[in-house]
């Protein structure tokens, strides 16, 4: 069955420290790989996309890391916002019709001062 | 930018009545989706759209039913809400072909159904 497992669910850390957002999936085939950012009370932002090829993606303060072999993301925020208290969503992509969206639950991200 | 808009941010409505959820991309992206979002279980896929006039079933298709008339609009029906069906009701688009095929969301629609 193709799932996807973030951890943790939620994380609580201080402004200005960096976090790690895991995903671990078993999906297959696989296509691409992406994080999502959602703000409370909006819909979600891609924040960056990999395929089967690439093991890191950066965007601003934000890198994903993708291990293929192991089926293992991660989502390393550095120097954390008040702005990045969000919840953040990996989505694995099959190899099928567009629409083979496999969503994670989401960690819940609290950035406090 | 993409644009996707949802017609309400918010919506009450009783059980029993019918109730419509509309979305607009504004980016002429062929796919059109409809999700909703609860606590503890993520987003789960209503029903999609490749073109025009064209629907398909998602993951949680009962109780619902679609509509799209014109390409750049995809329309949720509720033919009689129920309570279960209190959500977060998101909408995205994408491009069909794609490589990337990202989907961009609307802001969403929380509806509530007492």
């Known amino acids: 069955k193709n799932q996807v497992e973030q951890s943790p669910q939620s994380l609580i850390i201080l402004e200005g420290k960096n976090c790690t957002l895991q995903c671990n999936y078993t999906v297959s085939p696989f296509s691409n790989l992406r994080w999502y950012k959602q703000d409370t009370g909006r819909g979600p932002v891609s924040l960056t996309i990999?395929?089967?090829?690439?093991n890191t993606k950066s965007n601003g303060r934000y890198t994903a890391t993708l291990d293929a072999d192991t089926k293992q993301s991660s989502l390393h925020i550095t120097a954390s916002q008040l702005s990045d208290s969000a919840s953040y969503i990996c989505?694995?992509?099959?190899?099928?019709?567009?629409?083979?969206?496999?969503f994670g639950k989401g960690t819940t991200l609290s950035v406090s001062s | 930018d993409v644009k996707v808009t949802q017609s309400s941010r918010y919506l009450v409505k009783r059980t029993g009545e019918k109730v419509f959820l509309e979305c607009v991309q504004d980016m002429d992206h062929e796919n059109m989706f409809w999700y909703r979002q609860d606590p503890g279980l993520g987003l789960r896929l209503i029903y999609f759209?490749?073109?025009?006039?064209?629907?398909e079933k998602g993951d949680i298709p009962e109780g619902y039913s679609v509509s799209r008339e014109k390409k750049e609009r995809f329309s949720l029906i509720l033919e009689s809400a129920s309570t279960n069906q209190t959500s977060m009701y998101l909408c995205a688009s994408s491009l069909k072909g794609a490589i990337e095929d990202t989907q961009y969301f609307g802001p969403g629609t929380r509806l509530t159904v007492l």
């Open positions: 759209s490749y073109d025009v006039k064209m629907k």
């Open positions: 990999m395929t089967f090829s690439e």
């Open positions: 989505v694995v992509s099959a190899s099928q019709a567009g629409t083979a969206l496999i």
